[in-house]
């Protein structure tokens, strides 16, 4: 089945500067490859997808770019704030699974002021 | 996106006991989800609740376990049974809506002592 490996597990940054999440997976059926961001008591809430047929989306300070053949994908968050600060899920779905979405490990940003 | 109200939002439970958690979705729809999150950790799914039929569980959840129902389209119960503190989790329910974004309900907070 689908595995999802996510990397930093931590990552701390000055605020204003970049942050880069990375994520790989492991089916090449893998289609659909949304983003998580979890505050501290909080549901998980999505902040940015992407489908296989695109490389890169851009929302404001947040883009995801995919890498098909090499079948990974990362979260680029430009121009850090405090309130970014939080952890970061990365997941990847796959239809030949019923379309369950198979999440990595999570990341803890933290944005110093 | 749905509204996806979940109750309860947490409980203290002795072990032995099973505790019954509802999720209730403002609209119909048609694949909803059950997570698990261990603390610090990712989201872990449980099981995908289908309508009208027999839930499908991932590889380490059984039915015995975590039954599941699943009775219309806007409404299923999670089920945690004989507990024991190795269950202390959060709980959450999800669902598709939107094409194929995932939303998840607010959880239950799962204390076993």
């Known amino acids: 089945g689908e595995n999802v490996e996510q990397h930093p597990s931590t990552l701390s940054v000055q605020e204003g500067d970049s942050a880069v999440i990375k994520c790989t997976y492991s089916?090449?059926?893998?289609?659909?490859f949304p983003w998580y961001k979890q505050e501290l008591g909080k549901r998980p809430q999505l902040i940015i997808d992407?489908?296989?047929?695109?490389g890169e989306k851009k929302d404001q300070r947040i883009a995801v770019t995919l890498n098909k053949t090499a079948k990974h994908f990362s979260l680029h968050i430009t121009e850090t704030q405090p309130e970014d600060s939080a952890v970061y899920f990365c997941a990847a779905r796959s239809y030949n699974q019923g379309g369950k979405l198979i999440f990595g490990q999570g990341t803890e940003l933290s944005v110093k002021p | 996106s749905a509204v996806i109200s979940q109750k309860p939002s947490r409980d203290i439970c002795q072990r032995g006991t099973s505790l019954t958690i509802q999720c209730q979705v403002d609209s119909q729809v048609t694949m909803m989800f059950w997570y698990r999150q261990q603390p610090g950790q990712s989201l872990t799914l449980i099981a995908t609740a289908n309508q009208g039929s027999e839930a499908t569980y991932e590889s380490g959840f059984v039915i015995d376990k975590f039954p599941i129902s699943r009775p219309n389209l806007t409404f299923s119960t999670l089920t945690v049974s004989n507990m024991s503190p190795e269950d202390s989790s959060i709980y959450l329910c999800?669902?598709?809506?939107?094409?194929?974004?995932?939303?998840f309900g607010s959880g239950t907070q799962l204390s076993v002592l």
């Open positions: 089916d090449s059926a893998s289609n659909y």
């Open positions: 992407i489908r296989s047929n695109v």
């Open positions: 999800s669902v598709v809506g939107g094409g194929e974004k995932l939303f």
